[in-house]
């Protein structure tokens, strides 16, 4: 079950993150987690929950692939596996690389630009888009999954 947990380092809590079973966010992140009584992560909507194995695509048309949402961090392609190259802070295509086209604040393809009209999409194995994974509250296509957009307005802000 996924759920919406707070890291917290050293310097104090700064963002949360999704985690699912298996190796904790402590081990892969040495970060300290607190569970949140949010519940799990699911769309909005009475009782729908995100599949395993979303996934984001961003950059011209959204024909590039930028890692996994809903996958264990342990998986190469997730993108809280900061060993793999979509979770990695130094990745050219990783959200997560605040100098690159889809990590930076001022980025075009970046969900952490808030005015960007080009954000990545979510979507899943069979290609049902979820939405646009963006801080951009003026999108109609904002994904819709409860604790999101929580989660990436603290990850956006602890870059």
């Given at each position: 079950m996924k759920r919406l947990i707070s890291a917290c380092v050293v310097s104090g809590c700064f963002s949360v993150a999704l985690a699912g079973e298996g190796p904790s966010l402590e081990g892969a992140y040495g970060v300290r987690l607190i569970q949140d009584d949010l519940g799990p992560m699911h769309q909005e909507g009475p009782g729908v929950a995100p599949p395993e194995g979303l996934l984001v695509f961003g950059g011209d048309n959204n024909k590039t692939f930028l890692g996994?949402?809903?996958?264990?961090?342990?998986?190469?392609?997730?993108?809280?596996?900061?060993?793999?190259?979509?979770?990695?802070?130094?990745a050219a295509n990783s959200i997560l690389n605040r100098f690159g086209p889809f990590g930076g604040k001022f980025a075009p393809y970046s969900p952490c630009n808030v005015y960007s009209t080009t954000p990545p999409v979510i979507v899943d194995a069979d290609g049902e888009n979820y939405g646009e994974l963006t801080l951009n509250r003026d999108s109609a296509r904002q994904a819709k999954i409860e604790g999101l957009n929580a989660w990436l307005a603290a990850l956006c802000a602890a870059k």
């Open positions: 996994c949402l809903v996958c264990p961090e342990t998986d190469r392609d997730s993108l809280f596996n900061r060993f793999g190259t979509y979770g990695s802070r130094f």
